[in-house]
Every structure is written in structure tokens, then in C-alpha cells.
């Protein structure tokens, strides 16, 4: 494996951002493999990472023995998503450094989405935030037994952003919502059942896999994919009370609270206790980008809008409070802008609402690749 370390690269290293992990780059027969070898910093992607990641993708793209690319992480761990720990160290570095990891990641997962070679996500294992919109937003979507799915950005003052509103909108029966704001873990029947995957295979053939979508003699992408898959059984997630479902119909986090609270399941109490350790501010401003994605026709009007929410909650410290105590300084609770979710209300989600500056937001659509 040729491997390409984003921190080895003056070309993309980043004054302020924490090592990269290195990026494990494979050409065999007519696929490149693509790995994620982050075990050293809980397979988080740095500003370094994505930058490599985005070259590398750049690069495939006039690479003419290479017909798929194929994205995978390692050690039973596809991605954790952006390296939060490494933006909370940012804070220091001013607004820019942080919005520039920000664009960044947008690019990488429209990159990712557009590509004009198609990319097979093999989401193996723990796909954490936004390793799920790396992932989910491939051609081809493929999880296993391992595969262990987590929205937590509510609970750290962030939104489901780099797309993931877009995922979560088209999840059936409101079950985005419900993944989002008690940040409930999801297997593979359960990804497949909301949209984020296409099918599952099991985990030991994963190279056998590989190995036959390398041979450009054993047949066309999509039939060799469903001769591996398996079936990923019954989707836990429809065990939920049909109360739950329309509880979180509710445009107000306030009032799916409230509707919770009255209904008398186990599962209605855990997500009523998700949402109240989650930030108040964060968990509204996610539940109007789901409601808005449903409407949105193009992915990079869902990354406009979630970046724009992202910079707001940076601005504010909402998600510095929340980053600082999960992921950095573990143990300390966080002080959120409103305490309890009853207490949001439009004049604390206004300054939410203004336009960001100038330079600040991701560009227009059409230039949203460069």
C-alpha cells in the first residue's frame, strides 16, 4: 500500500491543526483503495487529512486504469468524522482557521458526492458525525454486522452538517429527527432502513470482496456488490412506539419533550433524558435543517445552510462549551445558552438567523467545487 501522510506534505500542512492521520492509498486492477488510518487520534480527520483526501480524489479522477474508488477505514473503524478535538484547539488560532476546516470537510464530502468515478463507502465498523457523510453520500453504500452508526453533534453544541441534514430528511417515519436529537446508535438493518446504506455484506469478505471488483474481467460493479450481499434482518428502529414517531413530527424540541414525556414506553424516557443532556439551541437549530433538507432538492443548498449554522455556534462558544466538555476535558458539564429546551425561543435563535460576513459562508453552487 502506497500511504500518504497528510502531516509528511508541506504542501497542505496547517500551522495550529493537530498531525494528520496518514492516508492508506492502493491501486489494484481497476479499483483504488482509499483508507482512513487514523487509530492514533481516534480516526478523526484533520484539516491535513481532508486536504489529502481531496487531492487524492482529484488525482483518481484522470487516473485511467482506476473504474472505482473504494473508501474504507481500518481496525474496525471506518471514521469518526472531522477531528472536533483538533477544531476546539483552533479556538485560539481565530474564526478563520476554524472556517476554513469547515469548507473544507463541505468540499470533500461534494467531492466525495460528484466525483465522476464512482465511490464505494465500506462502512465497517464505528461511523461516527460526519463519517457518516463520507459514507453516505458515496455511490455505492455498503455497511456490515460491525457497522455501528452515532449522530452525536447535538450533544457537542454542533448540528448534523457536510450534508447529513439531507440523509436525515429522508430517513422514514420522522426517524431522523429521532437519531439526531437523542443521538440513539443504529446498526446495519436500521442504516439500510433509513437510507444511509444500500446493502450490507459480512465484514470477513470484505477482501473477497475487493479482490473481485479489482479483476476488470468479473463483471459489472453493481452485480458483483449484490453477490456479496447479505440480509441485514429486521431493523430494530421499528420496535419504536408508534407515539415516538409522531412525536417527533413536531417542529418544536420543546414539544417533542413534552409529547415524550406523556407516553409511558422505556424508549420514550431514554429519549426524553437524550435530549435533555443535549444543547438546547443546537438540537433546534438541527431540527429546522432536517425539516428544511426535506425540501431541498440539491445536496449543496444542505451544505450552505448547515455551514451556516456551524459558523453561528462556533461565533457563540455553543460549540466550544460542548466540544470542550465530551471530547476534551470529559467529566465537565457544559454551560449552554439556554438550560433547558423550554427555554428557546425566537429572540435566542435570531442572531442565528443573520447572515454570516462576507467570505465566511460557503460559495455559490456553481462554485462550490473549487
Not at 432502513?193 to 446493502?199: E, L, Y
Request: glycine share 10%; proline share 5%.
Amino acid at each position: 500500500m502506497q500511504t500518504v501522510a497528510a502531516d509528511d506534505n508541506p504542501a497542505i500542512s496547517t500551522p495550529g491543526v493537530a498531525a494528520a492521520p496518514s492516508i492508506g492509498l492502493r491501486i489494484e486492477g481497476r479499483i483504488a483503495r482509499l483508507k482512513l488510518c487514523g487509530a492514533q487520534i481516534g480516526h478523526f480527520l484533520s484539516l491535513g487529512a481532508i486536504s489529502t483526501l481531496r487531492e487524492l480524489l482529484a488525482a483518481l479522477q484522470v487516473e485511467r486504469t482506476v473504474e472505482l474508488i473504494v473508501l474504507e477505514g481500518e481496525t474496525g473503524v471506518f471514521c469518526s468524522g472531522p477531528d472536533l478535538p483538533g477544531l476546539y484547539r483552533m479556538r485560539t488560532d481565530g474564526a478563520d482557521a476554524a472556517r476554513e476546516f469547515a469548507r473544507a470537510a463541505s468540499k470533500l464530502v461534494l467531492e466525495i458526492a460528484r466525483h465522476e468515478k464512482p465511490v464505494l463507502a465500506l462502512m465497517d465498523g464505528v461511523v461516527v458525525g460526519g463519517g457518516l457523510a463520507l459514507g453516505g453520500h458515496a455511490t455505492y453504500r455498503v455497511v456490515t454486522e460491525r457497522t455501528r452508526i452515532a449522530l452525536p453533534q447535538t450533544a457537542v453544541g454542533l448540528v448534523p452538517d457536510l450534508g447529513l441534514s439531507r440523509l436525515l430528511a429522508r430517513a422514514p417515519a420522522n426517524l431522523g429527527a429521532y437519531i439526531c436529537l437523542t443521538g440513539a446508535g443504529i446498526g446495519a438493518a436500521d442504516a439500510i432502513h433509513c437510507g444511509f446504506a444500500d446493502g450490507m455484506i459480512h465484514s470477513d469478505r470484505i477482501e473477497a470482496l475487493c479482490e473481485k471488483l479489482a479483476n476488470p474481467f468479473a463483471g459489472a460493479i453493481e452485480t458483483i456488490l449484490n453477490s456479496f450481499a447479505i440480509d441485514p434482518g429486521q431493523p430494530a428502529l421499528l420496535a419504536l412506539p408508534e407515539g415516538i414517531s409522531h412525536a417527533f413530527a413536531n417542529s418544536s424540541v420543546a414539544v417533542i419533550a413534552a409529547a415524550l414525556s406523556e407516553l409511558a414506553e422505556p424508549s420514550a424516557k431514554q429519549a426524553v433524558a437524550a435530549i435533555a443532556s443535549g444543547s438546547p439551541v443546537a438540537m433546534q437549530l438541527a431540527l429546522a435543517l432536517i425539516r428544511q433538507a426535506g425540501e431541498t432538492r440539491y445536496l449543496e443548498d444542505s451544505l450552505r445552510a448547515e455551514h451556516h449554522f456551524v459558523c453561528k455556534l462556533l461565533d457563540c462558544g455553543e460549540a466550544y462549551q460542548g466540544i470542550g466538555s465530551r471530547l476534551v476535558d470529559a467529566g465537565r458539564l457544559p454551560v449552554w445558552m439556554a438550560a433547558r429546551v423550554e427555554d428557546v425561543n425566537a429572540a435566542l435563535l435570531a442572531p442565528f438567523l443573520t447572515p454570516l460576513l462576507p467570505g465566511d459562508g460557503l460559495p455559490a453552487a456553481q462554485t462550490l467545487d473549487s
